[in-house]
């Protein structure tokens, strides 16, 4: 599933068109390979800031068992790395060395490793409700994927390098190579094999990829506002309900007057909107299921403008989603 785009911007430099030409044609693999993958969630140019360190990540794929992060980089001529992992390309037939992409897509996957073990809390359940889950065990990789038109000199490459090294129409292969996934998403029968590898569940792997969402310094709210929403179909915990004047109109059309809008809460484990119980605890405001005893959050987009950071309020007995971006405030119906 692609979660979010390429955002393009306007350059007259040669060098930043053909690095945005670059990180383009990967999206266009990635997409072929992965926008109905129930296992795969993919990112394209993501910035997100975390203890005083920028990191600027051209993909990243989130899967079941882990992450890997994929450094675009567009190079014309001849590319060669040494024993040292120093690398060199040739341009119009001169050689100069060149930074090690390899080296600068690690140190972005250090900042993204750090950012999400500083929010398990928030995003890993507990185990049997007690002891905090962790990011440990969970596969974190990295891979480079270079113009088609390169000519990679592989002579003198150590062998380590050139598995992360690849041509941007192989890169599809070489992650299906890399996260060598099962046929169907595991569940707890999986403890049972010789083999475990400790996977996400759906649930967390909705909260991670929400969370990359609201990180994500984003020069375009639309790519998060479609990211936003197909993170909530994989299993909704709530409606967003919109009463318009105007006749039913086609789908992804705006309507052009809204009377009325609401956030209606439904069970996240069994989708009912009955005997639902509000709450609060340290992370704010949920109800409680009368059938299924799961717990919702009072959690959604904002109908307003489609942003992430928005937060429950109660006053008397009725609750509200309160957007901090736009101060639009809807009303929470269950």
Excluded at 86 to 115: F, H, T
Excluded at 175 to 203: C, D, G, I, Y
Aim: hydrophobic share 35%; glycine share 4%.
């Amino acid at each position: 599933m692609i979660l979010k785009d390429k955002i393009l911007t306007t350059s007259n430099s040669a060098k930043i068109q053909a690095g945005q030409k670059q990180e383009l044609d990967v999206a266009f693999y990635l997409r072929r390979a992965f926008k109905d993958h129930p296992q795969v969630f993919v990112f394209n140019d993501l910035k997100f800031k975390h203890n005083d360190e920028t990191a600027q990540i051209d993909h990243l794929i989130v899967y079941t068992y882990g992450f890997i992060l994929i450094e675009s980089k567009s190079i014309t001529g001849e590319v060669t790395i040494n024993e040292h992992q120093e690398w060199s390309r040739s341009y119009r037939g001169n050689w100069q060395g060149m930074p090690s992409p390899i080296k600068q897509v690690e140190l972005q996957l250090a900042v993204l490793k750090s950012l999400l073990r500083a929010n398990a809390p928030l995003l890993l359940p507990k185990i049997f409700g007690k002891l905090q889950q962790g990011f440990g065990g969970r596969e974190w990789q990295s891979v480079c994927a270079i113009s088609s038109n390169a000519i990679i000199n592989r002579d003198h490459t150590p062998k380590a390098t050139q598995e992360r090294l690849v041509k941007s129409e192989f890169i599809a292969d070489k992650l299906l190579q890399m996260m060598k996934l099962p046929a169907s998403t595991p569940n707890a029968l999986h403890f049972l094999s010789t083999n475990v590898r400790p996977w996400f569940n759906e649930e967390s792997l909705g909260k991670i990829c929400q969370f990359i969402l609201e990180k994500n310094i984003s020069l375009s709210s639309q790519n998060h506002s479609n990211a936003t929403t197909q993170i909530n179909e994989l299993k909704p915990p709530y409606q967003q309900v919109v009463t318009h004047t105007e006749p039913v109109i086609e789908a992804q059309t705006e309507p052009e007057v809204t009377l009325s809008k609401e956030i209606v809460l439904t069970c996240k484990q069994c989708n009912s909107s009955a005997s639902l119980q509000p709450r609060s605890g340290r992370y704010g405001y949920f109800v409680t299921c009368g059938i299924c005893e799961a717990n919702t959050p009072m959690k959604a987009p904002c109908p307003q403008c489609s942003n992430a950071h928005t937060k429950a309020s109660k006053r008397k007995d009725s609750y509200s989603l309160v957007c901090g971006n736009c101060d639009e405030t809807v009303p929470i119906r269950f």
